[in-house]
C-alpha cells in the first residue's frame, strides 16, 4: 500500500518554499491540494502535492497538459519540481495560480439556479477550452462540477487535469482493466467501460452535457436517486437525457443540443469541437435572454 503524505512532510515543504499553508482545498488518492500565501510577496497561490512512487507519470503528464493548452480559463503553472525527483521518498509539488471563487459544485449544492445566460457563457468558455485541447491531443476524461470553478467575475475556469489523456502518448491504464479512470455519472460508457481506440473529444463532450444539465435541472439525472454505481452505470448506457424546458429556449433547440452532447451512443455526438461551436452557434441564434 501507498504511503500517505504526513503534515509534517507538508510543513516542511511549504517552509523550504517559502510559504504559508492557508488551509486545504482538496484531497484524492495520493494528492493533496492547499491554498497557500507566499511569505514575502503576500500572494495566494495552490500548491499540489504528491507522492511519486504511484502516480508520477500521472502527475507528469499533467503538468504536461496545462503547460501545452496555455488558455486563459486554465490555472497556470508557476513551480514545480517534477523534474528533480530521484527517489520515491521524495514529494513532488506543483506551485498553481489561485482562482478566487467556489466550484460549480458547491454552487449547485447551495441550490444555485442558472440562467440561460449563464450556461451559454459556460459552454462557450468549454468548448473555447476543448479546441485547444482537441489540438493538442490531449482529453480531460474528468470534467464535473468539483472541477469547475465560478471566479468573482462570473468566470468560469476548468481545473485538474490529473487523469488527461494524451493520445500521442501511450497509455497508463492496463488495456485489461474492466475500468477506466474516470467519475461514474459524468464519464461516457466509452471511458469507464475502457475501450480505449473509442476515446476521443467526445467524452469530453458527454460530460460538459451531463454538466450543464445539472446546471438546468440542479441535479445530475443519472445519479439522482440511483442507488447503487451499478445503476448509475446502467442509467448511462441506457437512460437519454431529459429534454429540458427551459426559459429562452423558444424552439427547443438548446435543450435538443444539451441531449445530443450527453448522447451514451458515441456516434450520436458531435464528432469535433469544431462541429459542436457550428451547432452551438446555429442554436444561440434562436435563443431569447
Known sequence: MARSITKEEI????????????KEIGKGGQKQVYKVQNLASHEIKVLKVIIPDT???????????????????????????????????????????????????????????FSLKEIVVFLDTMFSILEITESKNIVHRDIKPDNIIIDNQEKFWLIDFGIARHLDLESLTKSNSPFGPCTIGYSASEQFRNRKKEIDIRADLFSIGVVCAEM???????????????????????????????????QYLFARFIKTLGDNRISRRPRTVKETKRLFDLVKSTLKF
Open 11 to 22: 510543513k516542511k515543504l511549504a517552509k523550504q518554499l517559502n510559504l504559508e499553508i492557508l
Open 55 to 113: 502516480e508520477l507519470e500521472r502527475l507528469k503528464r499533467e503538468i504536461r497538459a496545462v503547460k501545452i493548452i496555455n488558455h486563459d480559463n486554465i490555472p497556470k503553472i508557476l513551480e514545480t519540481n517534477i523534474e528533480e525527483i530521484t527517489s520515491s521518498s521524495q514529494i513532488a509539488w506543483i506551485l498553481e495560480e489561485f482562482v478566487d471563487g467556489e466550484s460549480l459544485r458547491i454552487a449547485l449544492n447551495n441550490g444555485e439556479k
Open 216 to 250: 438546468i435541472s440542479g441535479s445530475n439525472p443519472y445519479l439522482k436517486n440511483a442507488k447503487d454505481i451499478l445503476e448509475v452505470i446502467k442509467n448511462i448506457e441506457n437512460r437519454p437525457l431529459p429534454l429540458f424546458k427551459i426559459e429562452g429556449d423558444t
